[in-house]
């Protein structure tokens, strides 16, 4: 499974790349036949990489709850189980202490 998320974040950050490399090249093919200012075109570029932003966050917040869930199916403790657990034998360990003095 994990292979599989690999390989699918690598296929999407090279499509990612690629694409960003044809819109670079075709804004300066269009700066270059003077259809966009060169302002035009950097601001084409800033509002693409934004976008591309938006989706990564989008990504990466969908990928989380999946993999919260899996982990919940599979009954695998969570950071917050453990630190709960963490607090609860801090509290035990604190009263045995007192109860030892």
Do not use: C, H
């Amino acid at each position: 499974m994990s292979d599989t998320l690999r390989k699918g974040f690598l296929l999407g950050l090279g499509a990612a790349i690629s694409g960003k490399e044809k819109l670079d090249t075709k804004l300066k093919e269009m700066v270059d036949k003077n259809e966009l200012t060169q302002e035009q075109a950097k601001t084409m570029m800033d509002s693409f990489v934004v976008k591309g932003e938006m989706k990564r966050d989008e990504w990466n917040s969908k990928q989380y709850d999946q993999t919260r869930k899996l982990a919940k199916d599979l009954g695998l403790a969570t950071k917050e189980d453990i630190n709960e657990l963490r607090a609860r034998l801090t509290q035990i360990e604190a009263k045995l202490n007192q109860n030892e003095q």
